[in-house]
């Protein structure tokens, strides 16, 4: 071993031509001799793959070093080429500065070449070696700034790929149009549809795939998911069969454990973000995985912080949780939490920090959940409303019972872009594993918790939670009159705020209302 390390760091010191040659002709040799790599198998599949390859598209598990990859992919790319260019970019600008470009900044900081070449220190998303070869970090906000990038050599890394949108897909196919141009698409598998997906399905022949399962990852060697699945829950973090981590900063033993528990292996999570497959998501599946992902970027409106609702799952017994999910009027998911056993006391506390902006708060009243009432009343909460799911439904013809009815506008409102802020991963995988049916009578009909656990499914909590605070049955007419005068006291305070325009929001709401009768019609 220090035979080893003293040849590479004599290769380092004083390059031989055969030495450089390899560093430019192969990432793998650049990686372990420059930036000290110490990389596992995929990892090195992955760098060979963009240099053989035009199109690579990686789909991985979670944490499975893939930022990592990416970095040194740039790096090489720069030092290979004296007119290479490289476009990073990935759905969020937090992604690209904090995720690539924080990589990045690590991989030239560790850098131990001695010789010639010595990187700059890269700037926030920037790093240039010369007028005509640079990398560079662009949000995907405006496609357009994807025109212009024409070299004899033009590298374009694509992180988090299922999330960027369709226009920059295209833009990057003007780059390919001239010059020697490779793409680098990397992701969590969690939208079975787009660009991305089509790299792996219909336009496979033209890409280079690769898929990072996490039982494939170091950590995980020797445990397979046959072996995971014969582990009892509640195991503690001591447990010997999570002490194995070669490489901490990858996937977990501990991690994966715990996400079988918590999702199952039929959840579009298990599947997407463990082993790196895109979700196969039944077809009677109530929300689709595509809308539960977009709601995971919070949609800040003004003023959208002035009335909150509240929707309370009270849980029985057992294994079960208590959950409370708070959101705005336009969808914002602002702050949830779950609690087990008597929980009560805590729901109250929880929901008190919001209490002067709490325009309603909507709980399971079925069992446990009839006292929770009567707790929020004596201590001045008002607009508590008690709902009981398996109810009558305000339409019948449509509906098996009122959960049938939430449940369905819930879906609605996801599918039309009315809900966002949802980052809680354990919600996410619920209200994926949710189905439906049309029954005999023609009325939606959510499927029966009893069913769902057959399934594997536990108890969907936090769903129900979201569920009741998106739960509204007041008629249009009477929530325009009460939006209307809720407008006009807030401009009582505050003179400065606009006119609402009640005529235009009339018709609207005469138009769903029309849209709603022609569909009892039918």
């Known amino acids: 071993m220090r035979e080893s390390k003293t040849k590479i760091q004599t290769a380092i010191a004083r390059p031989s031509r055969s030495t450089a040659a390899s560093l430019l002709r192969d990432p793998v040799v650049f ?61 969020t600008w937090l992604q690209v500065e904090k995720v690539i470009w924080g990589e990045i900044k690590s991989a030239v900081l560790r850098s131990q ?50 999330g960027v949108r369709a226009e920059v897909y295209e833009a990057v196919e003007g780059i390919r149009a001239g010059g020697q141009v490779r793409v680098l698409a990397l992701g ?46 509640g195991l503690s973090e001591n447990d010997r069969v999570f002490q194995y981590r070669p490489r901490p900063y990858l996937v ?23 082993l790196g497959s895109f979700p196969e998501q039944a077809e009677d599946s109530l929300i689709s995985l595509k809308w539960l992902e977009a709601a995971r970027r919070p949609q800040v409106l003004p003023h959208d912080e002035a009335q909150l609702y509240a929707g309370i799952d009270v849980a029985e017994a057992g294994g079960d949780e208590t959950v409370c999910a708070v959101r705005t009027r336009s969808g914002r998911i602002v702050a949830m939490q779950s609690w087990h056993g008597n929980s009560r006391g805590p729901v109250i506390a929880f929901l008190t920090t919001f209490k002067d902006r709490l325009a309603e708060i909507n709980f399971d009243r079925a069992g446990v959940g009839a006292y929770f009432a009567t707790d929020f009343e004596s201590i001045g909460f008002i607009n508590i409303n008690g709902v009981n799911v398996g109810q009558a439904t305000d339409f019948p ?7 049938a009815q939430l449940y369905w506008s819930l879906r609605e409102r996801f599918q039309n872009g009315e809900v966002s802020g949802l980052d809680d991963e354990v919600s996410i995988a619920q209200l994926a594993s949710i189905r439906y049916e049309i029954n005999p009578r023609g009325q939606v009909q959510i499927e029966p918790k009893e069913e769902a656990r057959k399934r594997g499914v536990r108890s969907p909590d936090r769903a129900e939670a979201l569920m009741l605070a998106f739960a509204d049955r007041t008629p249009g007419i009477l929530r325009y009159y009460q939006e209307l005068n809720e407008a006009q006291a807030a401009r009582a305070k505050n003179p400065n705020l606009p006119e609402p325009e009640p005529d235009d929001y009339l018709e609207q709401i005469y138009e769903d209302e029309m849209r709603r009768l022609e569909t009892l019609g039918k």
């Open 397 to 403: 013809d449509l509906y098996r019972n009122l959960k």
């Open 252 to 274: 977990t033993r501990r991690w994966v454990y715990e996400k079988l528990w918590e999702w199952g292996e039929d959840s579009p999570l298990w599947q997407s973000r463990v």
């Open 31 to 91: 990686a372990r001799l420059v930036l000290g790599a110490d990389l596992w198998q995929t990892q090195r599949e992955i760098l060979t793959a963009v240099s053989q390859h035009s199109r690579v598209g990686v789909k991985a598990a979670h944490a499975s070093g893939k930022s990592y990859a990416i970095a040194i992919a740039v790096l090489w790319w720069l030092t290979a080429h004296r007119d290479g260019i490289v476009v990073t970019t990935a759905p």
């Open 113 to 162: 070449w001695c010789g010639k070449l010595k990187f700059p220190l890269p700037t926030q998303t920037e790093l240039r070696l010369g007028p005509q070869n640079y990398a560079i970090g662009l949000s995907t906000d405006d496609s357009s700034r994807f025109q212009g990038f024409h070299s004899g050599h033009v590298l374009i890394v694509l992180d988090e790929a299922p």
């Open 188 to 233: 969590n598998p969690t939208v079975a549809g787009g660009p991305f997906y089509d790299a792996f399905t219909i336009n496979r022949a033209s890409w280079r795939t690769i898929t990072i399962n996490a039982f494939d990852t170091p950590n995980l060697e020797g445990l397979p998911l046959e072996a995971l699945r014969l582990l009892p829950s």
